[in-house]
């Protein structure tokens, strides 16, 4: 018999009601709620592709439970801005070509996110083990780490959109 019910979970400022299996990661109930935004990779946690923020925190949405996450502020990478309101992280990507295919994104901008709620003033190499959970086919890293580094001087500098 499945156990399903009924989940208010806030996405990006918004509380959103879906219906719920207990055994849902929070990766499907987002990608079924047409969050598809946030990415599907391993579903095992090591690909870093379908991370997302819960209380400002990076978390890999596939090693989550959906109802785990009630009560919580999440936040995919559209929360973070727009083509109009664009985060400083996105900026930087665009503008250093920090994106190829574009898969590993909006993963690696969460978790530079994480990253710089808990440091805003990384080294290279703490920003290398910042984003050592995930992975990018494309780009070889570099402007990636490079996209970071300029995205929080930025933050450092003008702060974020609110
Ligand atoms: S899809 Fe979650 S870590 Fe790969
Ligand atoms: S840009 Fe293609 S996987 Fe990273």
Same mark, same amino acid.
């Given at each position: 018999?499945?156990?399903?019910?009924?989940?208010?979970?806030?996405i990006n400022?918004?509380?959103?009601?879906?219906?719920?299996? *207990?055994?849902?990661?929070?990766?499907?109930?987002l990608?079924?709620?047409?969050h598809?935004e946030v990415?599907?990779?391993?579903?095992?946690?090591?690909?870093?592709?379908?991370?997302v923020l819960?209380?400002?925190?990076?978390?890999? *949405?596939?090693?989550?439970?959906?109802?785990?996450?009630?009560?919580?502020?999440i936040t995919t990478v559209t929360g973070l801005?727009?083509?109009?309101?664009?985060?400083?992280?996105?900026?930087?990507?665009?503008?250093?070509?920090?994106?190829?295919?574009?898969?590993?994104?909006p993963?690696?901008?969460i978790?530079?996110?994480?990253?710089?709620?808990?440091?805003?003033?990384?080294?290279?190499?703490?920003?290398?083990?910042?984003?050592?959970?995930?992975?990018?086919?494309?780009?070889?890293?570099?402007?990636?780490?490079?996209?970071?580094?300029?995205?929080?001087?930025?933050?450092?500098?003008?702060?974020?959109?609110?």
């Amino acid at each position: 018999m499945s156990n399903t019910k009924q989940l208010t979970l806030n996405i990006n400022g918004q509380d959103e009601k879906m219906n719920v299996p *207990s055994h849902r990661t929070l990766l499907e109930a987002l990608r079924e709620s047409g969050h598809i935004e946030v990415k599907c990779g391993c579903e095992k946690g090591d690909c870093g592709a379908c991370a997302v923020l819960v209380d400002d925190v990076a978390v890999d *949405s596939c090693l989550t439970l959906a109802w785990a996450s009630e009560g919580k502020a999440i936040t995919t990478v559209t929360g973070l801005g727009n083509v109009d309101e664009p985060h400083p992280l996105q900026t930087a990507f665009k503008d250093l070509g920090a994106s190829q295919c574009g898969y590993c994104t909006p993963g690696m901008i969460i978790a530079s996110k994480g990253l710089l709620n808990e440091n805003p003033d990384p080294t290279d190499d703490e920003i290398r083990v910042g984003l050592s959970g995930n992975l990018c086919r494309c780009t070889g890293y570099a402007k990636i780490l490079d996209a970071v580094g300029q995205a929080a001087e930025v933050m450092r500098r003008e702060g974020e959109p609110s």
